[in-house]
């Protein structure tokens, strides 16, 4: 099994998983022409995708995701909430599995176990992956970790982790009061420390790769992000990888 990203952050986010034969994309918060384009530079194309997750209904993460599937006759899977919120345009709709947000299910040969988390959406989810041999768990929207999410998350071969800001920059950042509440708050994103906490409480033994993904370019910096992880897990800083909005990240295999 191997992951890369294509692009991650508040101007969108998108995802590999593959595992044998089975290449899905999950999220798609760019439009179709740059999402093409990003699958070139690992020189892949749409038909090499055999479909597309979706975590939640704002448009850093689904902006391009029913026009690209429509397009390419791609499967969809998403909860029925975010089925419901999602803005899907004018066009043909393609194929959606709707799924439960606790019940695992299998795409050829990644088997996928959504779960629940807590951020400002109709009914969002996060999801690990395993090809019977390795686990990789991601979560890049919540505002809070739960019992339930750690439990998903433990034990993971890899992980792609939320550090979207640091809580002093966002506080004397210039954004306004009702932004900063939002984001701060328990359904909105988690900061560095946040998620070194939500680190902290997880079983590493089996760690390989820890990505930190969805970082604020007004917010944030990868120095802060990584120190944060890095702390937590006793390791060096640049062992630590970082999601970058316009580059993503290169192939990691498990």
């Given at each position: 099994?191997?992951?890369?990203?294509?692009?991650?952050?508040?101007?969108?986010?998108?995802?590999?998983?593959?595992?044998?034969s089975t290449r899905l994309l999950?999220?798609?918060?760019?439009?179709?022409?740059?999402?093409?384009?990003?699958?070139?530079?690992?020189?892949?194309?749409?038909?090499?995708?055999?479909?597309?997750?979706?975590?939640?209904?704002?448009?850093?993460?689904?902006?391009?995701?029913?026009?690209?599937?429509?397009?390419?006759?791609?499967?969809?899977?998403?909860?029925?909430?975010?089925?419901?919120?999602?803005?899907?345009?004018?066009?043909?709709?393609?194929?959606?599995?709707?799924?439960?947000?606790?019940?695992?299910?299998?795409?050829?040969?990644?088997?996928?176990?959504?779960?629940?988390?807590?951020?400002?959406?109709?009914?969002?989810?996060?999801?690990?992956?395993?090809?019977?041999?390795?686990?990789?768990?991601?979560?890049?929207?919540?505002?809070?970790?739960?019992?339930?999410?750690?439990?998903?998350?433990?034990?993971?071969?890899?992980?792609?982790?939320?550090?979207?800001?640091?809580?002093?920059?966002?506080?004397?950042?210039?954004?306004?009061?009702?932004?900063?509440?939002?984001?701060?708050?328990?359904?909105?994103?988690?900061?560095?420390?946040?998620?070194?906490?939500?680190?902290?409480?997880?079983?590493?033994?089996?760690?390989?790769?820890?990505?930190?993904?969805?970082?604020?370019?007004?917010?944030?910096?990868?120095?802060?992000?990584?120190?944060?992880?890095a702390e937590t897990l006793g390791?060096?800083?640049?062992?630590?990888?970082?999601?970058?909005?316009?580059?993503?990240?290169?192939?990691?295999?498990?």
């Amino acid at each position: 099994m191997r992951f890369a990203s294509l692009g991650s952050g508040s101007r969108g986010n998108a995802l590999l998983v593959e595992a044998g034969s089975t290449r899905l994309l999950l999220d798609c918060g760019f439009g179709p022409r740059e999402i093409l384009s990003k699958l070139a530079r690992l020189g892949l194309d749409s038909e090499g995708l055999s479909g597309i997750l979706v975590t939640h209904e704002h448009s850093d993460h689904i902006a391009g995701a029913f026009k690209l599937a429509a397009r390419h006759r791609l499967t969809m899977w998403m909860t029925h909430g975010t089925f419901a919120a999602a803005p899907k345009g004018l066009g043909e709709l393609p194929k959606v599995e709707l799924i439960d947000s606790h019940q695992a299910f299998r795409v050829c040969d990644l088997e996928i176990h959504p779960f629940p988390v807590p951020h400002d959406a109709r009914e969002p989810v996060q999801y690990v992956f395993s090809d019977g041999k390795h686990r990789l768990g991601v979560v890049t929207d919540l505002g809070s970790s739960t019992p339930h999410v750690e439990r998903m998350l433990t034990d993971c071969d890899a992980l792609v982790l939320e550090c979207n800001h640091d809580e002093n920059m966002l506080r004397h950042g210039g954004y306004p009061p009702h932004l900063i509440r939002r984001i701060a708050g328990r359904f909105g994103h988690l900061d560095n420390a946040a998620s070194a906490a939500l680190l902290a409480a997880l079983d590493t033994r089996k760690l390989r790769h820890v990505i930190a993904a969805h970082l604020s370019q007004q917010n944030n910096t990868p120095a802060l992000a990584r120190k944060a992880l890095a702390e937590t897990l006793g390791c060096s800083e640049s062992w630590v990888g970082i999601a970058d909005q316009d580059a993503g990240f290169d192939w990691r295999d498990l």
